[in-house]
């Protein structure tokens, strides 16, 4: 006989890693992975707000973001519908994937916003302007975008089939960026990101567990 334990999201104190984020991670040394969002913020968002905030220390990197920014500029209205769009859609996907929509999950949905546009302004708009001055324009982009990948290797200790697809959807979002809209490929990431991981480290996944009962 069996009994079915249901394990509820809404308790996520003993830090369960969700299986669909931690396939990302190659093992540590020690055996140990990122298991909260604390360290994914650590590790990680404090280098890329570190780098946001350097980037714009150098009039060269800037000399892009007024055009990359002019579709906002000439009609936010529209841009302002099309994130609430996004937003609702991001926070419908929470619900509908069994996942408890609460003040965690929004917080997670709102920092993958912030990595969005400090990758996107860091890696296909700042940091390819800066190398232009020194690399052919193809260069400028393939180099940023391995730095970018790089990163990830480092900081979230992804494995290397993940940073070959970072590395290879940055050249995407770099494609993108040629038409001009930094706003665009920021969403683009944004949404990308959340559906490859939708929910912060340490919240439990609607699971089933069969156990065995002692016979009587």
């Known amino acids: 006989m069996l009994e079915n334990t249901h394990l509820s999201p809404k308790n996520d104190s003993e830090g369960v890693f969700p299986e669909s984020q931690g396939r990302l991670q190659r093992d540590a040394a020690d055996g140990a992975k990122i298991t909260s969002f604390t360290q994914v913020f650590l590790r990680h968002g ?51 994937s069994d996942k408890v929509v609460n003040r965690k999950q929004l917080t997670w949905i709102g920092y993958l916003l ?23 324009p193809l260069y400028a982009v393939v180099i940023s975008n391995v730095i970018f990948a790089a990163i990830h290797f480092f900081t979230l200790r992804w494995r290397l089939i993940w940073v070959i697809f970072a590395f290879l959807g940055g050249l995407g979002l770099s494609r993108v960026m040629t038409h001009g809209d930094l706003l665009v490929v920021i969403w683009l990431h944004w949404v990308g990101t959340f559906l490859n991981t939708p929910f912060p480290p340490g919240l439990k996944q609607l699971k089933e567990k069969s156990a065995p009962l002692p016979q009587d």
């Open 114 to 136: 912030f990595i969005s546009v400090a990758e996107e302004w860091i890696f296909r708009l700042a940091l390819p302007n800066l190398l232009k001055g020194y690399l052919a």
């Open 46 to 96: 404090l280098l890329m707000l570190a780098l946001a905030a350097l980037c714009v220390l150098f009039p060269n990197a800037l000399v892009a973001l007024s055009p990359s920014v002019a579709g906002f500029l000439a009609s936010p209205h529209y841009y302002a519908l099309a994130f609430l769009t996004l937003l609702a859609f991001l926070i419908a996907y929470s619900q509908l």
